[in-house]
């Protein structure tokens, strides 16, 4: 989602790098397939191949069924894993701030909070959201975040959400604490 990142016209620019894209998929015997999300309304007048609101990616596969949704909006399948952005994550370390995942067993919600700010959840699928892959999206520091602010339906309980930083340095995954039990840390 937000492949282009833009409302109204894509920049050659965009266009070229969506080709180069495209063209490194298809040299690694890979299709691309879009997942729009609510930043890329002009995304169509730039791309003529699969384009999806949301995508089925797995239906029997190793986490069972898995649907790859923008984030921005309820899913219309059921899974065992729901992958999404648009939440752009980001977590402070030592200074510096860093794109990060966050995992969560069962921690999606059809969006409906209730009075205490959390989703009244009719779904249990696990939930994997993405960091930004983009220098126009810096990212939101997520020991910040508050189930009633996310800006997703996916996300009922934000702190039962697992920090994932990668380390470039060590080319190892550095898992956190629950948000609820991080904060409690800082």
């Given at each position: 989602?937000?492949?282009?990142?833009?409302?109204?016209?894509?920049?050659?620019?965009?266009?070229?790098?969506?080709?180069?894209?495209?063209?490194?998929?298809?040299?690694?015997?890979?299709?691309?397939?879009?997942?729009?999300?609510?930043?890329?309304?002009?995304?169509?007048?730039?791309?003529?191949?699969?384009?999806?609101?949301?995508?089925?990616?797995?239906?029997?596969?190793?986490?069972?069924?898995?649907?790859?949704?923008?984030?921005?909006?309820?899913?219309?399948?059921?899974?065992?894993?729901?992958?999404?952005?648009?939440?752009?994550?980001?977590?402070?370390?030592?200074?510096?701030r860093r794109p990060?995942?966050?995992?969560?067993?069962?921690?999606?919600?059809?969006?409906?909070?209730?009075?205490?700010?959390?989703?009244?959840?009719?779904?249990?699928?696990?939930?994997?959201?993405?960091?930004?892959?983009?220098?126009?999206?810096?990212?939101?520091?997520?020991?910040d975040w508050r189930?009633?602010?996310?800006?997703?339906?996916?996300?009922?309980?934000?702190?039962?959400?697992?920090?994932?930083?990668?380390?470039?340095?060590?080319?190892?995954?550095?898992?956190?604490?629950?948000?609820?039990?991080?904060?409690?840390?800082?």
């Amino acid at each position: 989602g937000d492949v282009v990142h833009t409302f109204d016209r894509v920049t050659a620019r965009s266009r070229e790098t969506l080709d180069r894209l495209h063209d490194a998929c298809r040299r690694a015997g890979a299709d691309l397939e879009l997942v729009a999300g609510n930043h890329d309304t002009a995304l169509s007048g730039a791309w003529d191949g699969p384009l999806h609101d949301e995508l089925v990616v797995a239906a029997d596969g190793d986490f069972g069924r898995c649907v790859v949704t923008h984030g921005h909006e309820p899913p219309g399948n059921e899974a065992d894993l729901y992958v999404f952005g648009h939440l752009h994550p980001t977590i402070g370390i030592e200074g510096d701030r860093r794109p990060c995942f966050l995992y969560g067993e069962g921690s999606n919600g059809d969006g409906n909070h209730d009075g205490d700010g959390n989703a009244d959840s009719d779904r249990d699928g696990d939930v994997l959201c993405l960091p930004a892959f983009t220098r126009l999206a810096p990212g939101v520091e997520v020991t910040d975040w508050r189930a009633s602010e996310l800006d997703t339906p996916l996300v009922d309980d934000v702190d039962r959400l697992e920090p994932v930083v990668y380390d470039a340095g060590t080319d190892d995954a550095l898992r956190f604490p629950p948000l609820g039990e991080l904060r409690r840390l800082l």
